[in-house]
């Protein structure tokens, strides 16, 4: 979505740092669904924390990107973007513990979810807002 709607030129780097992380989602998915090597007790969700990881660096580029440009009046997508990079940097800290949090015998492993949900929850209602206000048929 970056590459192709937000930022104004492509940068290689980024998509070097997209297909490597790629890469490592991929062998994670055939590590654990082709050669069944899950153990429930040391599973780390790291897919997750790769993925949130290349959306935040695309979200800092684009902040970046956008404040190198001063001759902007008003940021195009600027909501959305900052929307994701909360999102994503939230969801990224909710899942780096992820294990000791499954496995502590503390009310953390049902709080942490439940804030996650409600971050979850807030990211999409706000997608929906942004999609209807600028998604409905102007009259000239």
């Known amino acids: 979505m970056y590459n192709v709607h937000l930022l104004s030129k492509k940068n290689v780097f980024l998509i ?20 069944n090597e899950l153990d429930v007790k040391t599973f780390q969700p790291y897919m997750k924390i790769v993925v949130n990881f290349v959306v935040i660096i695309y979200a800092l580029y684009f902040i ?5 440009s001063y001759n902007d009046y008003k940021f195009k997508g600027f909501g959305l973007n900052a929307s994701i990079l909360i999102t994503y940097t ?10 000791y949090f499954v ?12 804030f996650h949900v ?23």
């Open 64 to 68: 970046y990107e956008k404040i190198n």
């Open 90 to 99: 939230l969801t990224t800290l909710f899942f780096l513990p992820y294990n």
């Open 16 to 35: 070097s740092l997209s297909s490597i992380g790629l890469l490592y989602i991929i062998a994670e998915a055939l590590n654990i669904f082709v050669f």
């Open 103 to 114: 496995n502590a015998k503390t009310l953390l492993k049902f709080i942490v979810p439940a």
């Open 118 to 140: 409600l971050i979850v929850s807030s990211y999409y209602f706000y997608i929906t807002v942004l999609i209807w206000r600028n998604g409905r048929i102007r009259k000239h």
